[in-house]
């Protein structure tokens, strides 16, 4: 947080970001500021956008409208290792070792020819890869292939993976949409572990309220204010609430000055009819 | 018990296995010798005692002629063809599929084209290969690469597509650039798909083999099979027949082992 830029303020800053596809708007006049170290958690129904915003974090896609700014530059607009990503399924190699699963982000950095290493730096990278699945408690499970793994235990491999590349911002896709809930506590507690030591910038986007209440420093969550039945697709979502819990002074604050926020989320279905 | 609950028991299946086979045999058997009892120079079907006399005589005997085992010869020949034509086929139809699989500004021309490609019926062709490159070995490996390229190459397009977007968005995360990315990711996780690929076309690749060596050649299993045609000369056809046939089942069996040698992870993955 020492290295803000002088003025511009946060480390994040979203700026009236609007995401379309065609007609259908998706967001809508987005604006905050992240400090770096949040773990933010984006919560909200299906379709409003929690997905989409994260996307645009992560450089998948682009803003149709308005900027993000990391550190007062505008983003990439493709991932790049500044950016760690988890998702729901799919994120970790299928055809390599679990071992050369985290190593690999090691290698390619370094490599941009061979994409791998040889040698002593081959060594070095699979002793820190190493390293790093110890503290995710994969290391009894070194040589196997993901397929080998129960869903928990690829989930973990996949965060062990994104945080190899020391990244400055942590993305997680519903990354424990797919596990069964005592597992899932399990995950809950190594990722505050190492979002505790590494204080790392987390955006997670989850289904589930509680969880987003657990474990996030701070809440937002995603709604469409303004529903207009002959036109599904003429207003996008916002954060209709952005609740900070730092240091369990739980406050909401509403995020922005919009009526339908204070009258609650069940009557904005009515709007604009 | 319905049909459908039932399964044979171990060595019934193995029983069962056999049983086709053995009653193909058994009918040719019979048949063979109701013809050769009429008439004993018969040549349509021929005694299991004839074939191996023409075994004897082309495998182990040197041709009268030349010197040479001609049936050695033959398969030495046509196996160098095939595998000529199959390993420049795989790399061409690898580095196709990756290409327009991978990177969209590669896919949108070569994508098209390599489905109109795949739709020209190579042995239409042939005369124009046997003009382009001559009646020497080229123009039939050419034969077999250009028949069963589009093949491999639309497959391993598809595969690569297939490949979970978010693996690739992944691996940008890690440091990749593009060439890294195939390198690592899209090209090891193709390997195994193209030697099923390979197992599949190795059918047409002996098609294409076969018709190019009865056209203009001078040796191989092919040429040797449509000479004696002349002669009527079953004794040989059948059991050239029969090894070509051992050939591409040793072929299948071999690519299915390496399969699952190089690449243990592949059956867990699909799951």
Same mark, same amino acid.
């Given at each position: 947080?020492s290295?803000?830029k002088?003025?511009?303020?946060?480390?994040?800053?979203?700026?009236?970001?609007w995401?379309?596809?065609?007609d259908?708007?998706?967001?809508?006049?987005?604006?905050m500021?992240?400090?770096?170290?949040?773990?933010?958690t984006l919560?909200g129904?299906s379709?409003c956008g929690k997905?989409?915003?994260?996307?645009l974090l992560?450089?998948?896609e682009a803003?149709?409208?308005g900027e993000?700014?990391?550190?007062?530059?505008?983003?990439a607009?493709e991932?790049?290792?500044?950016?760690?990503?988890v998702?729901q399924?799919y994120s970790?190699?299928?055809?390599?070792?679990?071992?050369?699963?985290?190593?690999?982000g090691?290698?390619?950095?370094?490599?941009p020819?061979?994409?791998r290493l040889?040698?002593?730096?081959?060594?070095?990278?699979?002793?820190?890869?190493t390293?790093?699945?110890?503290?995710v408690g994969?290391?009894?499970?070194l040589?196997?292939?993901?397929?080998?793994?129960?869903?928990?235990m690829q989930q973990?491999?996949?965060?062990a993976?994104?945080?190899?590349?020391k990244p400055?911002?942590?993305?997680?896709?519903e990354?424990?949409?797919a596990?069964?809930?005592?597992?899932?506590?399990d995950m809950?507690?190594?990722l505050?572990?190492?979002?505790?030591?590494?204080?790392?910038?987390?955006?997670m986007?989850?289904h589930?309220?509680?969880?987003?209440?657990?474990?996030?420093?701070?809440?937002?969550?995603?709604d469409k204010?303004?529903?207009d039945?002959?036109?599904?697709?003429?207003?996008?979502a916002r954060?209709?609430y952005?609740?900070?819990?730092?240091?369990?002074?739980?406050?909401?604050?509403?995020?922005?000055?919009?009526?339908?926020?204070?009258?609650g989320?069940?009557?904005?279905?009515y709007q604009?009819? | 018990?319905?049909?459908?609950?039932?399964?044979?028991?171990?060595?019934?299946?193995?029983?069962? %296995?056999?049983?086709?086979? !053995?009653?193909l045999?058994?009918?040719?058997l %019979?048949?063979?010798?109701?013809?050769?009892?009429?008439?004993?120079n018969?040549?349509?079907?021929?005694?299991?005692g004839?074939m191996?006399?023409a075994?004897?005589?082309?495998?182990?005997?040197?041709?009268?002629?030349?010197?040479?085992?001609?049936?050695?010869?033959?398969?030495?020949?046509?196996?160098k063809?095939l595998?000529?034509?199959?390993?420049?086929a795989a790399v !061409?139809?690898?580095c196709l599929?990756v290409?327009a699989?991978?990177?969209?500004?590669f896919?949108?021309?070569?994508s098209?084209?390599i489905?109109?490609l795949?739709m020209?019926?190579p042995?239409a062709?042939?005369?124009?290969?046997?003009i382009?490159?001559?009646?020497?070995?080229?123009?039939k490996v050419?034969l077999?690469?250009i028949?069963i390229?589009?093949?491999?190459a639309?497959d391993?397009?598809?595969?690569?597509?297939?490949?979970?977007?978010e693996?690739l968005i992944k %691996?940008?995360?890690?440091g990749?650039?593009?060439?890294?990315l195939?390198?690592?990711?899209?090209?090891p996780?193709?390997m195994?798909?193209?030697?099923i690929?390979?197992?599949?076309?190795?059918?047409s690749?002996w098609? $294409?083999?076969?018709?190019?060596?009865a056209?203009?050649?001078?040796?191989?299993?092919g040429y040797?099979? $449509?000479?004696?045609?002349?002669?009527m000369?079953m004794d040989v056809?059948l059991?050239?027949v029969?090894w070509i @046939?051992?050939?591409?089942? !040793?072929?299948d069996y071999?690519?299915?082992?390496l @399969?699952?040698?190089l690449?243990p992870?592949?059956?867990g !993955?699909? %799951?």
């Open positions: 947080m290295d803000k002088g003025g511009t303020g946060a480390f994040i800053q979203v700026k009236n970001v995401k379309q596809y065609g259908q708007v998706v967001l809508e006049r987005l604006n500021n992240i400090a770096e170290g949040e773990f933010c919560v129904a379709g997905s989409t915003f994260l996307r992560l450089g998948q803003p149709s409208r993000i700014l990391l550190d007062g530059q505008p983003l607009a991932p790049d290792v500044s950016r760690g990503v998702f399924r970790v190699f299928p055809h390599l070792s679990v071992l050369d699963n985290v190593a690999l090691l290698e390619l950095p370094r490599a020819f061979l994409g040889l040698g002593r730096s081959k060594r070095d990278a699979r002793e820190q890869a390293q790093m699945l110890h503290k994969l290391d009894h499970a040589d196997k292939y993901p397929a080998q793994l129960s869903g928990g973990r491999l996949a965060i993976q994104a945080l190899i590349m400055r911002v942590l993305l997680l896709d990354p424990f949409g596990l069964d809930p005592g597992i899932r506590k809950h507690a190594l505050l572990e190492l979002w505790r030591e590494t204080r790392l910038t987390v955006f986007v989850t589930d309220l509680s969880e987003g209440f657990s474990l996030g420093s701070r809440v937002l969550v995603f204010p303004r529903i039945p002959h036109a599904p697709g003429a207003y996008g954060v209709t952005d609740i900070s819990l730092h240091d369990g002074h739980r406050t909401p604050v509403a995020a922005d000055s919009l009526p339908a926020d204070l009258a989320p069940f009557q904005t279905a604009g009819a | 018990m319905r049909l459908i609950n039932r399964s044979p028991s171990r060595g019934g299946r193995l029983a069962l %296995a056999i049983l086709p086979f !053995a009653l045999l058994a009918l040719y %019979a048949h063979s010798a109701q013809r050769l009892e009429l008439n004993p018969d040549k349509l079907l021929p005694s299991f004839q191996s006399a075994v004897e005589r082309l495998a182990f005997t040197p041709d009268e002629r030349s010197g040479d085992y001609l049936f050695w010869l033959d398969t030495a020949s046509s196996l063809r595998g000529t034509g199959l390993a420049i !061409a139809g690898l599929g290409a699989g991978t990177l969209p500004l896919g949108a021309p070569l098209p084209l489905t109109v795949s020209v019926p042995l062709i042939l005369p124009i290969l046997f382009v490159f001559g009646l020497g070995e080229l123009s050419m077999i690469v028949g390229t589009p093949i491999l639309r391993l397009e598809q595969r690569a597509r297939e490949i979970p977007p693996l %691996a940008q995360t890690l990749a650039n593009t060439w890294t195939i390198l690592r990711l899209v090209l996780q193709l195994p798909r193209l030697l690929s390979l197992r599949l076309v190795m059918g690749a098609l $294409f083999l076969i018709a190019a060596e056209i203009a050649s001078t040796d191989g299993l040797r099979i $449509f000479l004696v045609r002349r002669y000369a056809i059991p050239y029969a @046939t051992l050939l591409a089942w !040793a072929m071999l690519l299915w082992r @399969t699952r040698l690449f992870w592949h059956e !993955a699909k %799951a």
